[in-house]
């Protein structure tokens, strides 16, 4: 035996000596998953499937036509997180102000559940006064003086339920479709559906005020089971507006673009071998993050806006605000951005303090999104994208009729407690009629007698208006075709124009 | 009790029908057979089989009687069908005590059963399906006729014209001489004012607490929506149209101009003037279809970085947005949307650098219904091209330098519903004037002001106090 031969064959000895059964697993599995893969994916000729016509992983933020014609190309969503009080805002009801003070009938507390009121509690009279506005003769409070001048551009939606009610779970079944973690917020379907307009920005971005993130945490911008890169990109109103987004001292722009080329290179040799889309939904995301370096501290910027633009929405720069936020939405939307959520938390007026208050802490609340909400309807008409924008703005439930009486006993403040059985939001734009009021309450608010209104059909309605229809869209998952209205929705029609 | 049991057997009938009209047939097919040598072993079978079917036909006019009590059916087809299938029944009874008997009568009988079960069927089955339902694949259906366009909408009879056509095309085919269900009938006047045995279902004066309107209204799933959900449903355009008239007062014999008419029932008749069936474009597309734009010019213009997309999945109409193009050179660019002229219909150039110049290239993209431009270049040099631009619908020049006296000449635009001109030098004044001259709603000058109150930028500390 020649030494040559010789130290071959001790490299063969040593190789199979070296592949382990580790190994040995690792790559069966490999093969197994590629077979299935090749299943599930490959010769898929199921027309019906969507799914698999929409996503495509190499350019998934690519954008596509929706389905039909839709009237509205962006929307802008406004979750007043905490939920804001119905009965001070929207919902004008005289005969519960004659029953103030007085304790609660027990029909509306049989077989009831409370977040909070415990035994009997007493009927709470609307605490701001209201009056009727525009040429539909909406109802408004005074706790809304700017937003009364523009009920004319919108349909006030007095009768949604939902059968939730704690903050969490609520926000969920409002932007998710599901009280439980793990789907995908109609940002992302909104996303998946349509990409982004824009090749610089993502499709979906999400801005917070008031202090805090929702309660439901990132999820309710989360992209579930849909791929990464449909999911919400938090953006701030004050300093950098995305974490990191400036390059490193000593890394200049030059370098940066040769790390991502590099890593890029990696990434789609790892894609060779494994075939997971997630690789080149990552590759698409240092592209855009790349991108967004440059066109993300441009549009956040708000301060070429003119004085008079600041003026109207009550902006500060380089403060975190609504107003601020609002502006930061009508900029994006602009830019191409399908989808925009605020989130401004600070509702939740249980009466525990001054700043919960309905009668304190709420006016607040509604003085800091009063003006800049109303410039915004107002900013995107005078720039002619109302008619192409959807605005939404609302809470996660409504706030009982009765006030609040933690443990049994009297809170120091006026407050009333979360209700899931009716409450109001109102949309406008994007195709939306103008002027309307949909459905109503009993006489004390407390639960809906006309035109009853699921977060389900919100958001068929949202999607509808994208050019969507809720019950196609669609995306495989664990073996069957998931929906954002699951097995529900209806389109409101009466607030369509 | 006797109405359940009614119901209970008689929704038994259509199952129980297909026995006798299987089993006879096969009866007659065998004893047809079994003339020939080599099939006469099966002669036998013969009478079975006729057995068989006599006692299934009996069954089937018991069930079907019972059905014709408990269903509003028109009353001459259901005797018709009644007295065909009583008659069949007969048949098949004398053809069985025939069949032993006497050989040459019996021959006749049994082709005279098998003429008699196709009728009998075939009057069934016009009860069920509608009496077109066997010729409708000649093309001569006329349950769904296309609703025609009027000449001219206001000479036009309020219901006969307009109001009938979408009775007739929408409500007929369970609610007329054919077939009454709910026991309402909706092809006359006196019918539809009498209602249905729920009811009155029009309300002259009152639209909205007319029975006929909250029908289609409710949730296509609810069960007393109308139509049923499974039949094609009436446009918006249609269920507004037949508001009107009730609210109106439910007219006949009376011409559309003798009555008031709100503006958006105007814009809905004028649609109708025009054979628009869905009505007014509001979406901004047309009507007529489209053959696919060239795929070469698409890719020429997506590898500018003009986003170019179908209007909607199947549509060939095209938007294109200059969001992220290309501005080194602008001119070559906006000339690659020439090839496409047919299928665009949105262009958004957002600030994309275009100058006058650019806008004669623009003015031959004569299917544009929708068009923002906001590129400061711009200025009343460029408004004779875009007058060429007849089928506009929507004018975006916030930024531009267009003056009032540029926009004033727009008016011939008879399409234009708004003009945005937030941003351009025209003054507070011309703006007046400016949305006077123009049709109410057109124009849009902006500059909303949202005043500052003492309460957007001070807290309340205590109750009922500032």
């Not at chain 1, 830019?335 to 509702?347: A, E, I, M, N, S």
């Not at chain 2, 038994?12 to 026995?19: C, E, N, T």
């Not at chain 2, 070469?296 to 992220?324: E, H, M, T, W």
Request: with cysteine; net charge neutral.
């Amino acid at each position: 035996m020649t030494s040559l031969e010789h130290l071959l064959k001790k490299a063969r000895e040593e190789y199979l000596i070296q592949s382990t059964r580790r190994h040995f697993l690792k790559e069966s599995a490999m093969g197994l998953g590629a077979l299935a893969f090749g299943s599930l994916m490959g010769c898929s000729t199921d027309s019906k499937k969507a799914s698999s016509r929409l996503f495509d992983a190499a350019n998934p933020l690519s954008p596509k036509s929706p389905m039909f014609p839709g009237k509205a190309r962006a929307v802008i969503y406004l979750h007043m997180a905490g939920a804001p009080s119905q009965l001070e805002l929207f919902d004008y009801k005289p005969e519960l102000q004659k029953l103030d003070g007085q304790d609660c009938p027990p029909s509306l507390l049989e077989g009831k559940r409370f977040a909070f009121i415990r035994g009997v509690p007493k009927m709470m009279g609307p605490q701001a006064t209201f009056n009727q506005y525009g040429q539909s003769g909406a109802w408004v409070s005074n706790y809304l003086p700017h937003f009364s001048t523009i009920v004319d551009e919108a349909a006030i939606i007095k009768s949604v339920t939902t059968d939730q009610f704690n903050h969490a779970p609520a926000q969920l079944m409002m932007h998710t479709g599901s009280a439980r973690l793990g789907r995908p917020s109609i940002g992302s379907w909104v996303t998946y559906g349509l990409g982004s307009e824009n090749q610089n920005l993502p499709g979906f971005v999400v801005l917070t005020s008031g202090g805090n993130n929702p309660d439901a945490g990132k999820s309710v911008w989360g992209s579930g089971f849909l791929p990464s890169v449909y999911q919400g990109v938090q953006c701030r109103s004050e300093g950098d507006p995305v974490l990191f987004i400036k390059d490193p001292q000593g890394i200049d722009r030059d370098i940066r673009r040769a790390s991502i080329d590099a890593i890029n290179e990696i990434n789609k040799q790892q894609y060779q071998e494994s075939q997971d889309p997630e690789i080149l939904s990552r590759i698409a995301q240092y592209e855009m993050a790349y991108k967004m370096q440059i066109s993300v501290p441009e549009v956040m910027n708000i301060n070429d806006e003119p004085d008079s633009i600041h003026e109207m929405y009550g902006t500060k720069p380089g403060k975190a605000s609504f107003a601020n936020n609002a502006l930061l939405a009508r900029k994006l939307v602009e830019k191409g951005v399908r989808f925009v959520q605020l989130f401004d938390w600070g509702w939740d007026t249980h009466g525990d303090g001054p700043g919960t208050a309905v009668d304190i802490g709420l006016i607040n609340k509604c003085r800091s999104v009063d003006k800049a909400m109303t410039a915004l309807v107002l900013d995107l008409k005078q720039r002619g994208l109302l008619e192409e924008t959807l605005v939404i703005w609302g809470g996660e439930f409504g706030r009982t009729p009765m006030r609040e009486n933690r443990e049994g006993k009297t809170m120091p403040f006026k407050g009333r407690d979360h209700h899931a059985e009716a409450f109001t939001i109102w949309m406008a734009g994007g195709g939306i009629k103008g002027g309307v009021t949909h459905g109503e309450t009993d006489e004390v608010g407390y639960s809906i007698t006309k035109g009853k209104v699921e977060p389900f059909d919100v958001q068929a309605t949202i999607l509808n208006q994208l050019g969507f229809d809720h019950e196609k869209m669609t995306y495989q998952f664990q073996g069957r075709p998931f929906r954002l209205t699951d097995v529900s929705g209806r389109v409101i029609e009466d607030i369509i124009a | 009790m006797q109405q359940f049991l009614s119901e209970f057997i008689g929704h038994f009938h259509p199952v129980i029908v297909h026995l006798p009209i299987g089993i006879l047939l096969l009866a007659a097919i065998l004893y047809w057979l079994s003339l020939k040598k080599r099939y006469s072993a099966i002669r036998p079978a013969v009478r079975i089989s006729l057995l068989l079917g006599m006692l299934s036909a009996f069954a089937a006019t018991i069930s079907g009687y019972l059905l014709s009590t408990i269903d509003d059916y028109d009353q001459g087809m259901i005797s018709r069908h009644q007295w065909f299938g009583i008659v069949t029944t007969i048949i098949s009874a004398i053809a069985y005590y025939l069949e032993n008997k006497n050989q040459k009568q019996f021959q006749w009988i049994i082709l005279l059963l098998v003429i008699m079960i196709t009728l009998t069927g075939h009057f069934g089955g016009s009860l069920t399906h509608g009496e077109d339902y066997l010729t409708s694949a000649f093309g001569n259906y006329s349950s769904e006729q296309k609703i025609k366009p009027i000449a001219n909408v206001q000479e036009a009879m309020v219901y006969e014209d307009i109001i009938q056509p979408i009775l007739a095309n929408k409500c007929y085919s369970c609610h007329s001489s054919r077939k009454q269900k709910g026991g309402l009938r909706l092809d006359d006047i006196e019918w539809i004012l009498k209602g249905g045995k729920n009811g009155k279902v029009v309300k002259p004066g009152d639209a909205g607490e007319s029975e006929i309107i909250h029908r289609t209204q409710l949730p296509r799933e609810h069960e007393d929506h109308m139509p049923p959900k499974e039949k094609t449903q009436p446009s918006k355009m249609q269920i507004q149209l037949l508001k009107w008239w009730i609210a109106i007062g439910a007219p006949t014999n009376k011409k559309v101009k003798e009555f008031e008419q709100p503006s958006e029932v105007k814009e809905l008749l004028l649609a109708l003037q025009e054979g628009k069936e869905s009505g007014i474009e509001s979406l901004y597309i047309p009507n007529d279809p489209v053959g696919p734009a060239s795929e070469d010019a698409i890719n020429a213009l997506r590898v500018k970085g003009v986003v170019l997309l179908p209007v909607a999945q199947n549509s060939n109409y095209l938007s294109a947005n200059f969001i992220n193009a290309d501005t080194l050179s602008t001119s070559t660019v906006i000339a690659l949307l020439l090839p496409i002229k047919n299928q665009l219909i949105w262009l958004k150039l957002d600030e994309f650098p275009v100058t006058d110049n650019d806008l004669k290239t623009i003015s031959q993209l004569s299917s544009l219904t929708k068009l923002q431009i906001g590129s400061h270049t711009i200025s009343d040099k460029g408004i004779p091209f875009l007058k060429d631009l007849k089928n506009l619908q929507s004018l975006n020049i916030v930024g531009t330098t267009i003056s009032s006296t540029g926009v004033i000449q727009l008016k011939s635009m008879d399409r234009l519903r708004s003009i945005y001109l937030f941003k351009t030098p025209a003054s507070e004044k011309e703006c007046k004037e400016l949305i006077e001259a123009f049709p109410s709603g057109v124009i849009d000058c902006g500059g909303y002001i949202v005043p500052t109150l003492i309460g957007d930028t001070t807290e309340v500390k205590t109750a009922k106090g500032d």
